[in-house]
DNA sequence: CTGAAAGCGCTTACAG
DNA sequence: CTGAAAGCGCTTACAG
């Protein structure tokens, strides 16, 4: 019932004019401290707000940054988006959530919806079809209407856009040689992510470090492909040649599945299979065996994130793209106790 | 560079007026079909779009919804916001996404805020702090603002607010009715939720089915508490006793704590216990043992809300609260099959 | 110190 | 069929 009272009601109120009352309520110096105080105890009692749809037409911008994620299954995303949201709030700004479900046309469509001026920023992660088909031109395109874009966790290499990732190469590049250090060289690594963008990163990284370490890098001990009943078929062939002491599970869904093979096969983790994976601090330690993992800061990941697209909204940086790289960190649960 | 163009420069190529650009695009008849030809041709070479923040402000309205969940860890929450999305996407609204960190007093700030006018309406999840408090004045302060609620999920019983959630009851009904029906006779529960709201729902749900089925309701079988570690202990304890034959998880993280449980104990699911979750299809099948659950239906549930809260935006509903209740489905899984 | 005016980018009743 | 005017709810340079 109570309908919101405007500028020009509380001007009629108190018989003064409209610019009088916006100024003392933004605390204008022009303005008597006297009349100020009309005003503001009036504003009060109506329980005054701003329409902030007229005062974003006022300041050309939306008060909005839009966040795709690729999926919304993976807790990790959602970590994230928890981060971007209180960071936003903080800021001042809303978080219109989208989600593309790994698919490029679904992620220009949602482009092209926000380049009509619905948001000031973009924060995405690309999805897994943008990454294979290596197509940006969308994102390229926000740039060029002067919305900000903010690339988060799917980094991608060569490419004038602001990023913050964590250091994917290092990552595993640590899990691998904590498990060397350990006398574990039999290390196998599993990936349902294909050998794109990120899973082609930890691919790299994983390789390094065998190098490095001087251990050979066996095809066989790499379960690699986006086809789930292939990862599950690979993994139950490379589990019953009973060689491979460690498998590192390079993200959530072949870290699950990995812990799962392990069990069925009737092996027991630590003690026949120690494992990695890529899952996160709320579930992990409720799994059983729970399952050291690879940190990733989701939700430090979407704050950084948020603050570095505000600062762009804002003009607060100069134009060179900007590299944020959070340092993971290996945390050891039961399936690494040994 | 390219920066938006608007009706006004619009007019000025077309030497018409900005009242003839507008009518043209949005296909008034008052306009000479030659004319609107014109219009649409230079604006769809200029790529023209509404800006949507001016159309807002002269329709009176935001273009957006507002979702506030409770918790973003649980994938239960981020199935419902998917559903969300979509839904309200194709409707033509934006999403907002707000956590309340199960905190009334982070609940009663985002509601604060988005009453200014963020939003046209708003979807909640309410946060176990407020079910616990009882206390929903920042919900109704909403509806007196003419901001159409719709709850989800977490529903409330006795308040005069539209709801969308499942049969909470009847959903572990089912559960004890199916082990009941093959010869399970002697079944516990684990609830971390304490015995607020769902939890109250389903405890009593599983108290009733005991009931009608002529089974002992035993305190001892029921582990319910809000404090994990006393959970765990109690769940531990049960486990030692070795009576009890099926074990229910009335909410995600109960269910897992369970079946961690369980196998630490050294017993077998489901050859010495049997279970039944509430987790949701993505992990279930790929957890060790997989789990049967009680499938909710988070994305229709979404879905529902959304439509029914866009409904109420336009007016389209009578004022009478609705409540809709989705039928939830029993999925069996490894941790039943014997 | 206060207010009239212009304007943000649109829509729409009204006049011609 | 076209356009001038008013208005959505604000802000702010400018005049008095």
Redesign the pocket.
């Known amino acids: 019932m109570r309908s ?8 009629k109120l108190l ?12 605390d ?9 105080q009309r005003v503001k105890e009036l504003a009060q009692l109506h329980n ?4 902030p ?3 974003n ?4 911008r939306t008060g909005n940054i839009a966040v795709i994620v690729p999926n919304i299954s993976n807790t990790f995303f959602a970590k994230v988006l928890g981060g971007v949201e209180t960071e936003a709030r903080k800021l001042g700004f809303q978080v219109i959530t989208y989600i593309s479900n790994e698919s490029l046309k679904l992620e220009k469509q949602i482009t092209e919806l926000i380049s009509n ?1 619905l948001v000031d920023g973009l924060l995405i992660s690309v999805s897994e079809e943008t990454q294979k088909m290596n197509d940006y031109a969308h994102l390229h395109n926000l740039l060029e209407y002067e919305i900000p874009v903010v690339l988060f966790d799917r980094i991608i290499p060569n490419i004038e856009i602001d990023m913050v990732g964590v250091n994917d190469k290092d990552s595993i590049y640590d899990a691998v040689q904590f498990l060397y250090s350990r006398n574990i060289k039999k290390i196998g690594l599993v990936c349902a992510l294909g050998d794109i963008g990120l899973g082609q990163l930890r691919i790299e990284g994983y390789k390094k470090a065998c190098k490095d370490l001087g251990l050979p890098v066996d095809e066989k001990f790499a379960v690699v492909s986006r086809d789930i009943p292939e990862v599950k078929d690979k993994l139950k062939q490379l589990l019953q040649e009973k060689e491979v002491e460690a498998l590192i599970g390079l993200d959530f869904l072949s870290t699950l599945l990995t812990s799962r093979a392990i069990q069925e096969e009737g092996l027991k983790i630590p003690e026949d299979i120690k494992m990695i994976g890529y899952v996160n601090e709320d579930i992990a330690p409720i799994l059983y065996p729970s399952l050291s993992y690879v940190d990733q800061h989701p939700r430090q990941m979407g704050e950084t994130a948020a603050t570095l697209l505000v600062e762009r909204i804002k003009g607060n940086k100069p134009s060179t793209p900007s590299h944020t790289t959070l340092k993971t960190e290996l945390k050891h649960l039961d399936s690494t106790r040994f």
Chains 1, 2 share one sequence.
Do not use: F, H, Q, W
């Open positions: 919101k009272i405007t500028l020009k009601e509380l001007a018989n003064v004019s409209v610019s009088t009352v916006s100024k003392s309520l933004n204008s110096p022009e303005i008597s401290p006297k009349t100020v005054y707000r701003p329409n749809t007229a005062v037409l006022k300041r050309n001026g």
